[in-house]
């Protein structure tokens, strides 16, 4: 029943600016500190940013501080990922994530599908 769905990824040039969507439905987005991690090829999958639930704490990767800015809007259901001055090393298929309670005693991890971010002259 949670959906995370994933969006604006594309093509763009080294320097360009591209900004990620995540639209949540299924969950209390308002209460769900929300995450966007990456995955290049033939490498593990890394954190990029991560806010919390009314979007007051962000969190960065070091390789992204001063490029990247996530946000959300909790009317919208939405996580954003902006990215700016982006490098060829930023490639990777970029994913969302939400952790959710689920009873006193479990958690379920959620994925969106994932959407493609080349960086390249």
């Known amino acids: 029943q949670v959906q995370l769905v994933e969006s604006g990824g594309g093509l763009v040039q080294p320097g360009g600016s591209l900004r990620l969507s995540c639209a949540a439905s299924g969950l209390t987005f308002s209460t769900i500190t929300m995450t966007w991690y990456r995955q290049a090829p033939g490498k593990e999958r890394e954190l990029v940013a991560k806010i919390t639930s009314a979007g007051l704490v962000t969190n960065y990767a070091d390789s992204v501080k001063g490029r990247f800015t996530i946000s959300r809007d909790n009317a919208k259901n939405t996580v954003y990922l902006q990215m700016d001055s982006l490098k060829p090393e930023d490639t990777a298929v970029y994913y969302c994530?939400?952790?959710?309670?689920?009873?006193?005693?479990?958690?379920?991890?959620?994925w969106g599908q994932g959407t493609q971010v080349t960086v390249s002259s």
């Open positions: 994530n939400a952790v959710i309670p689920e009873g006193f005693w479990n958690t379920g991890v959620y």
